[in-house]
Structures are given as C-alpha cells and as structure tokens.
C-alpha cells in the first residue's frame, strides 16, 4: 500500500508542481510586471495555492452529484473541460504576448489572471483525486499509516521535482531558460488534449480510435521515472491515434504563438 500511496499521489502532485515552477520562471523572465501592480505579482503564488486548495476540497465534496451529471459521466466530462479550459489559458497566454514597448494584455494583469486560473485549476483537478483517495482509506485502520506515509513522501518528491526544475532552469542564462520553459508549456498543452481525449472516450463522447503501441515493458507508467515523463512530456505508454493527433495539434497551436515564436528567435520574452 506504501508504495502503490506514493504512485498515485505523486501522479496527482507531480504536474502541478512542475507547472507551477515553470510560471514562476516565466514571471522571472519577464521584464514587465505581468500583474497590476508589485502586490499581485507577489502574491499571485499563494492565491493560487490557497485557491486550488479551496477548490479541491468543494470539488471532491461534490463528486457525487457531479459523477450523476450527464448520464453519470459528469466526472469524466468536468475534468475533460478543466483540461480544454488550461489549454485555451495557455494559448492565451502565448498569443497575448507582446513586444518590448507595446501595450499589452500581460502588462494590464490578463496574464496574471491566466496564470491564477491555470494553476487554482491544476491544484482543484489533482487535488481533488487526492482528498478522494484518502478519505477512502480512511477506515482502514490496518492501512492507514502506510498510506498516509506514502502520500507524504509522494507529496515531498513531487514538490521537490518542481523546486529542481525551477533552479536547474534558473541557473541557465535567459535565452536557454525561456527556451526550455516555452517547449515543457507547449508539451504540457499536448499533454492536456492527450487527457482530454481520453476522459472523453471513457465518457463516450468520443470514439475510441486504435491503440498505436505500447511501451509499458520499456517504461511503465506507474514508475516513479514514468508519471515525471508524463507529467513533464505527457509520456502514454499505450497512445490511442486521437490522443496522439490532440497532443500533436496542442503542440502546435503553441508553437506558433508568439512567445514561443520570440523565445526560439531571439531568446527575450519582450524583444531585445
């Protein structure tokens, strides 16, 4: 149970985290304020975080009526809609961005709200998934420590990896860093469409389309090695050919956005 806890929960954790450390290298990038004021662009971290919590827990206290929604696909369905909702935040986000010197959606606080929004939305989604396992093994007392000390190291790694990420990319210089930041977002929109698609099949609002292959025997997903490639990459060991066309147009749409365009081409997120 310890080690199954540790699974589940950084699964949950590990894109949350990582995407959160890849916002607060963006800000840090970024010449202009993306916030009202100094205020918002230092508390925009802990709103988020206080948020998401929040959200988690009204999100996981309404599971039941919300898994009765649409024929009792309502869960399948809301996460799926989480997901389209990050990912047009994101685009947003790349097609708002603007030049050095320009008036900019960024500059008047539009960003800040994506950032809020994406992150509160992260936290709401993976921490629901949590407070329902774990209120499902609160009675069971002969497992109890097990898997609470399993989702405390899982919660440690996972917040941890974030921290990495955040420091190792800090420590390159700008051009480097932005250039990075912007391929993880526009893999985590992939990422996003690819669990999408696969909520929506599970919901049979989408056919499901042929399995492409399988690399479980190389890597399992349920490795510690696996949910951070999927997390980071979204790494599916068994990609279904509509998971593997919405990752690919996710991907796309953000690469031709214009911070994406500007961090590839001149490695400055405002212009040189």
Same mark, same amino acid.
């Given at each position: !149970?310890?080690?199954?806890? +540790? %699974?589940?929960? *950084?699964?949950?954790?590990? /894109?949350? $985290?990582?995407?959160?450390?890849?916002?607060?290298?963006?800000?840090?990038?970024?010449?202009?304020?993306?916030?009202?004021?100094?205020?918002?662009?230092?508390?925009?971290?802990?709103?988020?975080?206080?948020?998401?919590?929040?959200?988690s827990?009204?999100?996981a206290?309404?599971?039941?009526?919300?898994?009765?929604?649409?024929d009792?696909?309502?869960?399948?369905v809301?996460?799926?809609?989480?997901?389209?909702v990050?990912i047009?935040?994101?685009?947003?986000?790349?097609?708002?961005?603007?030049?050095?010197?320009?008036?900019?959606?960024?500059?008047?606080g539009?960003? !800040?709200?994506?950032?809020? +929004? %994406?992150?509160? *939305?992260?936290?709401?989604? /993976?921490g $629901?998934?949590?407070?329902?396992?774990?209120?499902?093994?609160?009675?069971?007392?002969?497992?109890?420590?097990?898997?609470l000390?399993?989702?405390?190291?899982?919660i440690?790694?996972?917040?941890?990896?974030?921290?990495?990420?955040?420091?190792?990319?800090?420590?390159l210089?700008?051009?480097r860093?932005?250039?990075?930041?912007a391929?993880?977002?526009a893999?985590?929109?992939?990422?996003?469409?690819m669990q999408?698609?696969?909520?929506?099949?599970?919901?049979?609002w989408?056919?499901?389309?042929a399995?492409?292959?399988?690399?479980?025997?190389?890597?399992?997903?349920?490795?510690?090695?696996?949910q951070?490639?999927?997390? *980071?990459?979204?790494?599916?060991?068994?990609?279904?050919?509509?998971?593997?066309?919405?990752?690919?147009?996710?991907?796309?749409?953000?690469?031709?956005?214009?911070?994406?365009?500007?961090?590839?081409?001149?490695?400055?997120?405002?212009?040189?």
């Amino acid at each position: !149970m310890f080690l199954n806890a +540790v %699974i589940l929960v *950084l699964q949950e954790i590990l /894109e949350a $985290s990582l995407l959160l450390s890849l916002f607060l290298l963006l800000t840090a990038l970024q010449r202009e304020p993306l916030a009202l004021g100094a205020r918002w662009r230092a508390a925009w971290v802990p709103l988020s975080i206080v948020l998401g919590v929040l959200g988690s827990w009204g999100f996981a206290a309404l599971t039941p009526v919300v898994s009765a929604w649409f024929d009792y696909v309502g869960q399948e369905v809301v996460n799926a809609a989480f997901q389209i909702v990050t990912i047009a935040l994101l685009l947003t986000l790349g097609y708002a961005w603007r030049g050095a010197g320009e008036a900019s959606f960024l500059a008047r606080g539009g960003g !800040m709200i994506c950032l809020i +929004v %994406i992150v509160t *939305l992260a936290i709401t989604r /993976e921490g $629901s998934e949590i407070i329902l396992y774990t209120q499902g093994i609160m009675g069971q007392r002969e497992v109890l420590t097990s898997v609470l000390s399993g989702a405390t190291v899982a919660i440690g790694i996972g917040v941890s990896c974030g921290v990495l990420l955040y420091y190792i990319l800090r420590n390159l210089n700008d051009r480097r860093a932005l250039r990075v930041v912007a391929l993880l977002l526009a893999f985590f929109s992939g990422n996003m469409a690819m669990q999408a698609v696969l909520l929506l099949n599970q919901a049979d609002w989408l056919p499901y389309t042929a399995e492409l292959w399988d690399s479980s025997a190389l890597l399992p997903e349920n490795t510690v090695l696996g949910q951070l490639l999927y997390a *980071l990459i979204g790494y599916e060991a068994t990609p279904s050919l509509a998971q593997l066309l919405a990752y690919a147009l996710a991907c796309a749409a953000f690469m031709l956005t214009p911070l994406f365009r500007r961090a590839w081409a001149r490695g400055e997120i405002q212009g040189e």
